[in-house]
Each structure stands twice: as C-alpha cells, then as structure tokens.
C-alpha cells in the first residue's frame, strides 16, 4: 500500500510541510486544487506542487486533483511538463471533475450540472493524455475544440525528466468508471462523490456509503481495466478531540467509520483497504495532526 499525504492549508509553510513528511516516511505528497472551502484558504495548486519538489528528493508529487472547471486541459499539460521537469521524474498527474459550488460562484464563474461537469471532464481528460504524451493534440468535442502541434518538453526528448507524467483520474460514478478509465495510468476512486454532488460536502450522505458500495466501484473500475492501479479518496481523522469523536459517531456503520478516531484504527482502516483491492490510499485528514499520529503506526 503507498501513503498520499495531502496538503490543504494556506496558512502552512509549503517546503517545511513536505521536508517533514519526507522524514516520516510518506510514500506520495500531494497538493489540492480549491480556491477555499468555508474559513479555509487553500494553496495554489501549481505553485504549491513545486515548492513540495524543490524542497524533497524522495516522495513523489502528485496533484489531488486538478480541478477541470478551474483550468483549460491545455495549461494543465503544459503544467503537467514542466512539473516533471522541477521534480526531477517524481510528478504524477492528478486531473479530477471539479465539484465545489460556493468557491466558483464567489469567484465569477459558472458552476455546471453534474452531467456537464462529467462531460466536460471525460473530453478534458483525453486532451491532456494526448499533449503528455505526443506534445500535440486534434480534438472535436462538445466542449472542447484544441488543434495544437507543439506542447512541450514531452517523452520524445529522453530524459527522466522529460517522460510523460503518470496520469491519475479521479472517478466517482459509472460514466466517469466507463470513459475515463481507460485514458489513465492509475485511478483514484471517489467512494464519497455522492456527497458533494450538490456543489458542497454533506457529511450525512458520505455517511451512507457502504463497504458494498466501494467494493461494487473497485468491480466496475476491473471491468474496464483488470489491471489498472487503483486508489482511494480518504477524508480521515486520527485523534480523540472532540470534532473528531463527533464526525466518528455520524459516520455510523459506514464504510468512512473506519477513517475516523482512534488513530491505531484509521491506520487499520486504511490497512484494510489493500485487501479489497485499493493499492494507494491518499490521506486527507481534518488536520495536520492525523499524518503525525498515523506515520509511526504505517511506517513501522
């Protein structure tokens, strides 16, 4: 099992963050791609993921995930490029729907239905595939019209640091299962996305969600590719503080129980993850102080 810790927070120091899980341990160090969620200022995505490479040698970087109703698919390869080159060979490419309501609306910009969100990012995910990897890309979609011949530096130049970027998508339902699937390195299932279809997290949905349910996606995800890597979105907490004890007993007997409290049973939790198939877990704690928690119990 490979460990993605995930920083969130704007208010942290980006290069002592990742020196810090680099001395833990952790596999994957990840940024996510929000303006803010409510009274939570977010880092920027591209800027955040390079200052987490210059400031490593070991872990691999990843984004969790770009968001596609922030960005053009073109300057997320463009991106995507470049990153590879700043970490060295160590970047792996995480592109995601998008799903956040009130930070796109409060900023300007329009906020789609789910099936246009999907859309979008179904065409969106097959420009980038194509840019990393040839530097050029002819596409007629719905929603995207991209005719480009020289989108660099790509695979063709040699070194490490110019391969293509792994590919992550993150799938949540069946049509993203089906058709984004087979455009990626590795996935990343989205067990809770019923929970934030509506724009915002309901914790009560996410409560719903049953072992049954995760164990039906990670079928659906094989029968699109028996191969594929496959990971999981974990929002988690490891403590015994008060909000963690309260989101603990409103996840019930539901599959996400198992992320919250005590933090030898998160860490079992995500243990048991690899039985059922998942082979990387990408931890996204309340706070920071879960990774100090779970470090010692994942990497002993």
Known sequence: MEYVTN????SLNPGEWARRREDQGWDILSVADHFYTPGHPFPHVWVTAS???MATTRPRITTAFVNNLFRSPVE???AALMMQQVAAGRFELGLGAGWAKPEMVEAGMAYPEPRERAGAYIESIQIVRSLLHTGACDFEGDYYQVSLADLGPTAAAGSVECAAPLLVGSVGGPR???HVTPHCDRVEIKASSASTRNGVLDLKVMAQ????HLLDMIDRVRAVDPDIGIGMFV?????DDERTRRVEAMMGDGLYNRFYGAPAKVAEGMAWLEEVGISR???SPLDDSSFDRLAPLIYR
């Open 281 to 283: 877990c990408q931890v």
């Open 7 to 10: 920083f969130m927070n704007a």
């Open 235 to 239: 929002l988690c907490s490891a403590g």
């Open 76 to 78: 997320v390869a463009q």
């Open 209 to 212: 969600v049953s072992d049954a």
């Open 176 to 178: 993203t299962v089906r």
């Open 51 to 53: 200052a987490l490479a």
